[in-house]
């Protein structure tokens, strides 16, 4: 039960913190490495790129501006350029201590 308590106590710090998101302007996305803490008001972090342009744009935003070709995602650092990102090993940590404990 202290382990469950634990797990608690650092969502709910994480949450508390704010929201990371990778922030940039690039001609390559690989290439985006700055990191923001994004305002109380934004809620995802985004990616954007445009066709026949090599630009990338990377930061933070409010979930009802995710339209269009803006492809928003929701934790920490999730609009990185890797396929798998923080959020995904995280989610299958925690599917697996939820596992044992059921």
């Not at 634990?6 to 690989?30: H, I, N, W």
Request: with cysteine; hydrophobic share 40%; proline share 2%.
């Amino acid at each position: 039960m202290n382990l469950c308590g634990a797990l608690c106590m650092l969502l709910t710090l994480s949450m508390a913190c704010g929201l990371r998101c990778y922030s940039c302007v690039a001609s390559d996305p690989e290439y985006c490495t700055d990191t923001v803490s994004c305002s109380i008001i934004y809620n995802r972090c985004f990616s954007f790129a445009i066709d026949g342009i090599n630009l990338a744009t990377k930061g933070c935003q409010s979930s009802i501006a995710c339209v269009g070709g803006i492809l928003c995602c929701e934790g920490d650092l999730c609009n990185s350029a890797g396929t798998a990102g923080p959020s995904i090993i995280l989610l299958l940590a925690s599917s697996v201590i939820i596992s044992l404990f059921l």
